[in-house]
């Protein structure tokens, strides 16, 4: 019973902690956090007992003409002959009316640590190449409007390539956990201009949880259970803090997160709530989010609220009479939702 009580001590003190800090974030950022992992953290590549696929799909400030559109595809599969997960990862985040682009692709790994019964250290990297691009065929210039004909404006083909970098580690046993990852870590630069500089500030996420067992000896069984979270991102002058619960009961999955988010004003904040359903069957968890913006009526419900899909297929090993999944030889406990 303390050990409980210290556990969940911690994960208040890391909530508060995070809430405190003031630094800032310029990476596209998913509602649903753990339905992408290998993006919060590098760690969880392998993180399931079978071949884990992931979809994503975010379209946030959906009453501006210039919404963020991302797509996200990953896969990771845990080795357990060499504790190792592996997986790959391919996205592409568009934003504005002026068809700025950024795809990236590149390979995770992880290594996984026992450290004592129940009781594991995971630390993982991640190496991806970046494409940016800027496409001008949106834009409207003065000539255009004046004379009615195409633009004269002569413009530079505005696009760069980059190495990116970035490193985790997470501890974890069967009903808690607390991770941290850093991104960009060798700070590449992102400028779309030959003669410019633009450094890709580092980003540092921290999050953590702690899992309530709504019956007994169901530890590896998220048909009932109860989650608390809280995550918090920053990189260079802004900073987004979320805390929230899910739940699973038969199949079924609902929570509610608070977002709050600035860029170091009260001016410029963005708070938000997000309420999220999804149905888990046969390996495939189907997930939908709605974040509801509010704090600041001048700026953000102008933009519109944000929409969020999550779908996650666990690609079964073969069956037996049971039809069930095969089971590692040794068994690891993953207290956090496993999309």
Same mark, same amino acid.
């Given at each position: 019973m303390m050990k409980k009580i210290l556990q969940f001590s911690v994960l208040l003190f890391v909530v508060n902690l995070l809430a405190t800090l003031t630094v800032q974030a310029q990476d596209p950022l998913f509602s649903q956090f753990y339905a992408s992992p290998l993006s919060l953290n590098p760690a969880f590549a392998g993180t399931t007992n079978v071949p884990r696929v992931v979809n994503n799909f975010r379209n946030q400030f959906t009453n501006s003409q210039g919404r963020f559109i991302t797509y996200s595809l990953t896969a990771d599969y845990f080795i357990e002959n060499f504790n190792s997960g592996v997986g790959i990862t391919l996205q592409t985040d568009k934003? +504005?009316?002026?068809?700025?682009?950024?795809?990236?692709? +590149? $390979?995770?790994?992880?290594?996984?640590?026992?450290? &004592? &019964? #129940? &009781?594991? *250290?995971?630390? +993982?990297?991640? +190496? #991806?190449?970046?494409?940016?691009? $800027? #496409?001008?065929?949106? $834009? $409207? *210039? #003065?000539?255009?409007?004046?004379s009615g004909r195409p633009s004269n404006e002569v413009l530079p083909n505005l696009q760069t390539g980059f190495f990116d970098l970035g490193l985790g580690g997470m501890y974890y046993e069967r009903n808690f956990w607390i991770g941290v990852s850093a991104r960009h870590l060798n700070q590449p630069d992102q400028s779309l201009l030959q003669d410019g500089t633009d450094r890709l500030p580092i980003r540092t996420t921290v999050h953590a949880g702690y899992k309530i067992f709504l019956q007994d000896n169901c530890f590896d069984d998220e048909s009932n259970a109860i989650g608390i979270l809280a995550n918090y991102n920053t990189q260079f002058t802004f900073r987004r803090f979320e805390f929230g619960t899910y739940v699973f009961f038969n199949r079924w999955l609902s929570g509610v997160f608070y977002q709050g988010s600035n860029s170091g004003t009260s001016k410029e904040r963005g708070d938000a709530f997000s309420v999220m359903a999804g149905y888990k069957l046969k390996g495939i968890t189907l997930s939908y989010s709605y974040d509801f913006a509010f704090n600041n009526p001048n700026r953000f419900p102008r933009l519109g609220n944000s929409h969020e899909i999550a779908i996650a297929y666990l690609v079964p090993f073969k069956a037996d009479k049971n039809n069930v999944y095969r089971k590692m030889k040794s068994k690891r406990y993953t207290p956090w939702p496993t999309f």
């Open positions: 934003q +504005g009316v002026g068809g700025y682009r950024s795809t990236d692709a +590149g $390979l995770t790994y992880a290594y996984q640590l026992q450290i &004592k &019964k #129940n &009781k594991f *250290f995971r630390m +993982g990297i991640y +190496g #991806n190449y970046f494409r940016r691009d $800027l #496409n001008y065929s949106n $834009l $409207l *210039f #003065n000539d255009e409007i004046n």
